[in-house]
């Protein structure tokens, strides 16, 4: 078994800057900030999957952080449950999807079992290459240097395979990526206060406008149509933006 | 110079940063777990000292990280479904409401967006 991740502890630890949402009655010596997950990584990917003309108000924001805290709640209860029953005392990947699959969330359970198929691969390959793609690092990305030798492998490697999952895109013949959409100062204001100064304002600009033109780009080019089995309570579009999310894949190396 | 553009904002967007390749920290996914596991005590990976101490494999908070990520999406998009009906480009918190109670998938998240609609012209019934 794993044992925790230190350096993802540290990072985590570092992108703490919510503030303002209730705390719950039932676990007072929790902190806040740790009852729900760092509203710039929620604000990013809800931004995602919306034009870029929409906006996004703060109570929105507050809202859905508290529902992914409900839902890791949820599924981890059910999986929680089937630990019990079956006298185990920790709960796999495995059993994470099981209780997905039953709450309803089927159409999850097979992207899902593709990202941890490629996880447990790059978890390999990274312990092999470390070395030399710390080495990497240092040689193309000026300026991010920091943190844990860890850390910086597992960055490397991923720019590493962002290269590949990109070159795979163009190649495969899916559309040529979308023009720029136009500058959006506000989008540009939202973006920036969660970050407080950690990074150069250019980075986050350009990181920011960027970022939305690569997943339009996957969300434009579905690929496959027609009807896939529908779970209860969601409709057969789930299927091609399921497409969606594995072409927008951390790991899009074959 | 094609290519590195959207390489280049994977990167300065702080993904590989400050979480890694996950898009949600792995360490808060794992405390929401354990609360809700019903043990808080334990270290991962050390020794369990009772037998109902619950213990989190290290590709759990993996596997919900990606998860986290699409159930966002599905939530965003249904609740900007609902923004449009009202003619607004602006998602409130009613749109989040109104799109969890059109969904039967999303009950269970029923009390989580009434818990502070107040108003009763928010009442979707």
Redesign the interface.
Known sequence: ?????P???A?????DGNGGAQQAAA?PA?REQ??L??IA??I???R???PA?????D??K???Q????????????E??ER?QREQR?????E???WA?SR???DD?VE??GV??HR??E?EGESRGVGVGVGAARGDH?HG?VGGMLK?RA??S???HH??QM??AM?GGGAVP?PPHPPPHHHAFHQLMPP?HG??APP??M??????M??YY?GMYAPGSGGDGSG????GGA?TP??VN?EHQH??GYK | M??A?????????????????????????????K????DSSV???GG?GG?G????????P???S????????????R??AA?LEGKR?????E???AA?QN???????VD??TADLGDDHTDYK
């Open positions: 078994m794993e044992a925790g991740y350096g993802t502890a990072n985590g630890a570092a992108a676990a929790i740790d009852r997950m760092p990584n929620v990013r990917i809800m995602r999957v919306l003309h929409a906006k996004i108000s109570d929105a507050e809202t859905i508290e529902c992914v805290s409900e839902y890791i709640s949820f599924i981890t209860g999986a929680n630990c005392k920790t709960i796999t990947a059993d994470v999807l997905m709450l309803g969330f999850y992207p899902l990202y941890l996880y447990r790059f990305h991010h850390s597992q960055g490697m991923v720019t962002d290269m990109h070159a163009y990526p970050h950690q990074y980075y986050d350009y990181g920011g406008e960027h970022g033109a690569a780009g779970s209860s309570g969601s789930g933006q399921t999310f951390p790991f | 094609r290519q553009r959207p390489y280049s904002a994977m990167f300065a967007g702080g993904v590989s940063a400050r979480t890694g390749p996950h898009a949600l920290p792995l360490a808060r996914i794992k405390k929401i777990m609360r809700s596991a019903g270290v991962d990976g369990g037998g101490a619950r213990m989190i494999s290290g590709e759990a993996v596997v919900f990606k998860a986290c990520e699409l159930f966002i999406a599905e939530l965003t998009r609740a900007w923004t480009r602006t998602v409130h918190k749109d989040v409401a969890v969904t039967d998938l999303f009950d269970f998240l989580v967006v």
